[in-house]
T-cell receptor, first 118, second 112 residues
Framework: AQTVTQSQPEMSVQEAETVTLSCTYD???????LFWYKQPPSRQMILVIR??????QNATENRFSVNFQKAAKSFSLKISDSQLGDAAMYFC???????????????FGGGTRLMVKP | DSGVTQTPKHLITATGQRVTLRCSPR?????VYWYQQSLDQGLQFLIQ???????AKGNILERFSAQQFPDLHSELNLSSLELGDSALYFC???????????FGPGTRLTVT
């Protein structure tokens, strides 16, 4: 079974600065997807960014980018020019690329609470 | 707005009772997933349906059941409720089985 670990329960960043959230995962599969979801106080789960394991290029979405290290099974999220609206819980998630009895469930890490200081 | 709707938003009920949570996926999405978010267990996958058929089961209790109807909406039934069932229940949908999952706003269940 796959596991996802977020070792930072809380992080804080000054507005306009850059912050990196860490995520490691364990899998025996070679093809999979990794995601970062944001959960603001409204509790809505919002997809921030996704990475396909077969792609060497790191994904970017505006101020959000990832550092995907497949051999190290590491998938960190970098938020540049942090804004007050970035304050939220961030969840790293894994999904297998294989269809099978396990389906396509997301396996989540425990989350990192990001605080943004004005 | 993800396009996934869930009703009700909040539900307060007593131990031993039964409740039904409803989810309408995004237009055209065939897959529906249910997740539970609790303080002690984090975010856990419960069950997945694809085009009316059960596709995968996660850590879903026997007291819980779900189904997906011909119009693709889904219901999660929770029975013999216990205090520990208090949680936020999310529904997510995706177009197929290997595409992004988009989450609904969740139903907050409080068991007293």
């Amino acid at each position: 079974a796959q596991t996802v670990t977020q070792s930072q329960p809380e992080m804080s960043v000054q507005e306009a600065e850059t912050v990196t959230l860490s995520c490691t995962y364990d899998t025996s599969e070679s093809d999979y997807y990794l995601f970062w979801y944001k959960q603001p106080p409204s509790r809505q789960m919002i997809l921030v960014i996704r990475q396909e394991a077969y792609k060497q290029q790191n994904a970017t979405e505006n101020r959000f980018s990832v550092n995907f290290q497949k051999a190290a099974k590491s998938f960190s999220l970098k938020i540049s020019d942090s804004q007050l609206g970035d304050a939220a819980m961030y969840f790293c998630a894994y999904r297998s690329a294989y269809q099978g009895n396990a389906g396509n469930m997301l396996t989540f890490g425990g989350g990192t609470r990001l605080m943004v200081k004005p | 707005d993800s396009g996934v709707t869930q009703t009700p938003k909040h539900l307060i009920t007593a131990t031993g009772q039964r409740v039904t949570l409803r989810c309408s996926p995004r237009s055209g999405d065939l897959s529906v997933y249910w997740y539970q978010q609790s303080l002690d267990q984090g975010l856990q996958f419960l069950i997945q349906y694809y085009n009316g058929e059960e596709r995968a089961k996660g850590n879903i209790l026997e007291r819980f059941s779900a189904q997906q109807f011909p119009d693709l909406h889904s219901e999660l039934n929770l029975s013999s409720l216990e205090l520990g069932d208090s949680a936020l229940y999310f529904c997510a949908s995706s177009a197929g089985t290997v595409t992004e999952q988009y989450f609904g706003p969740g139903t907050r269940l409080t068991v007293t």
